[in-house]
C-alpha cells in the first residue's frame, strides 16, 4: 500500500567516520543548508539537501544527521537519542537509514565486512528507554523485528546493485560506551548470540519505532571486539577502517536513496490502539 509522502523525506543518521557524508554527497545533491530543529528534548542541527532521482520523477529530501555532532565531540553516552529521533518525526520523513562503526564478537566476520542486521540486544543501563516516561496509558512497543524490514530489504538490494557485498542479517548488542567492552564481557556478548558489537543503534532504533518511524542500520565492521583473535580495541583503527568503507557505505545509501518508495509498514503503526503518539 503507497502512503501520501509528496515530496519524499528521508532521513540519515551518519556515525564514526563518515561526518562528512554530505560533502561527497553534493555532486548529487543541490540546495545542501543547515537546519535547525526544536524539540522538546532540545535543538538538532542537521543538514537538509534535495537529491534528483534518474528512476523516479521529481525529487527527494534528505536530511543528514551526525549522530556525534558536527566535528565528532559527543560520546555515545551522551548523545541526545530522543532529541535526534523526534527531529526526525518533527520532518515527516518516511524512514531512517543509520550507519554504524560496530567490533566483530567472533573471528568468522572480517574487518572491513558490511553488515545489515536484524535482531539487538541492548545492553545499555543509562540511557533514555522510551519516549513515554509520562503517558496516561502504558505503552509497550513490539520489536520483535527492532530493525525495519522493508528497508533493510531496500539495503541489501542496493548493496547488491552496487557491487558491495554485505551479510543479510546479524545480532547488535548495544553497549554504553564510550569505553570499550572487556574480553569477559565479549565473551558473554558472543555466548547470548551476539554478533557485532556497537554503543548507539539499539537506542535509535527502539525510540524510531515508538515515534513509527522506519528505521535501518548498515555496519561496517572496523575491528575485533575484546579478546576476539587477541585483540585490543582502538579508535584509531576504526576510524580509518570506515575512512576506506566510506566509497562502499556513500554507494549503498545512495542507491538506497535513488530506489526509495515510500510505502505503508508495519513500523508505522506501532501504537494503532494506544490512542496516543510519541511526544516530540
Known amino acids: 500500500m503507497n502512503c501520501e ?13 563518515i561526518e562528512d557524508l554530505a560533502k561527497q554527497f553534493q555532486a548529487a545533491m543541490h540546495g545542501l543548508s543547515d537546519v535547525a530543529i526544536s524539540t522538546r528534548y532540545g535543538e538538532v542541527k542537521l543538514l537538509q539537501a534535495k537529491c534528483k532521482r534518474s528512476s523516479y520523477d521529481g525529487e527527494i529530501e534528505v536530511f543528514i544527521l551526525p549522530r556525534h555532532g558536527l ?5 555515545p553516552h551522551l548523545i541526545n537519542y530522543k532529541a535526534n529521533i523526534a527531529a526526525m518525526k518533527r520532518l515527516q520523513v518516511d524512514g531512517i537509514i543509520a550507519t554504524a562503526a ?30 513515554f516516561d ?18 533493510r530489504k531496500l539495503l541489501l538490494a542496493s548493496a547488491e546493485h552496487a557491487g558491495v557485498s554485505a551479510i543479510d542479517t546479524g545480532c547488535y548488542i548495544c553497549a554504553d560506551g564510550p569505553r570499550y567492552e ?6 558473554a556478548m558472543r555466548i547470548l548470540g551476539g554478533d557485532i558489537v556497537g554503543m548507539t543503534a539499539a537506542t535509535e532504533a527502539i525510540l524510531a519505532r515508538e515515534a513509527e518511524v522506519c528505521y535501518a542500520l548498515v555496519c561496517v565492521v572496523t575491528n575485533y571486539a575484546a579478546g576476539v583473535l587477541g585483540a585490543r580495541p582502538s ?21 538506497s ?4 518508495k515510500c ?17 516530540v
Open 5 to 17: 509522502c509528496v515530496p519524499f523525506r528521508v532521513g540519515i543518521i551518519v556515525g564514526t567516520g
Open 71 to 75: 566535528g565528532c565531540h559527543l560520546p
Open 102 to 131: 560496530v567490533g566483530a564478537l567472533h573471528s568468522e566476520l572480517s574487518i572491513g565486512k558490511i553488515v545489515i542486521p536484524d535482531q539487538l540486544i541492548d545492553w545499555t543501563k543509562q540511557r533514555p528507554l522510551t519516549f
Open 134 to 151: 509520562e503517558c496516561a496509558v502504558a505503552v509497550h512497543v513490539d520489536v520483535t523485528q527492532p530493525y525495519c524490514e522493508r528497508l
Open 182 to 187: 572487556t574480553a569477559a564481557e565479549v565473551k
Open 235 to 255: 579508535h584509531s583503527e576504526v576510524v580509518e577502517v570506515m575512512r576506506q568503507a566510506n566509497t562502499k557505505l556513500m554507494n549503498i545509501i545512495a542507491t
Open 257 to 260: 536513496i535513488e530506489r526509495y
Open 263 to 279: 510505502y505503508d509498514c508495519p513500523c508505522k503503526h506501532s501504537l494503532d490502539g494506544y490512542g496516543v503518539k510519541a511526544p
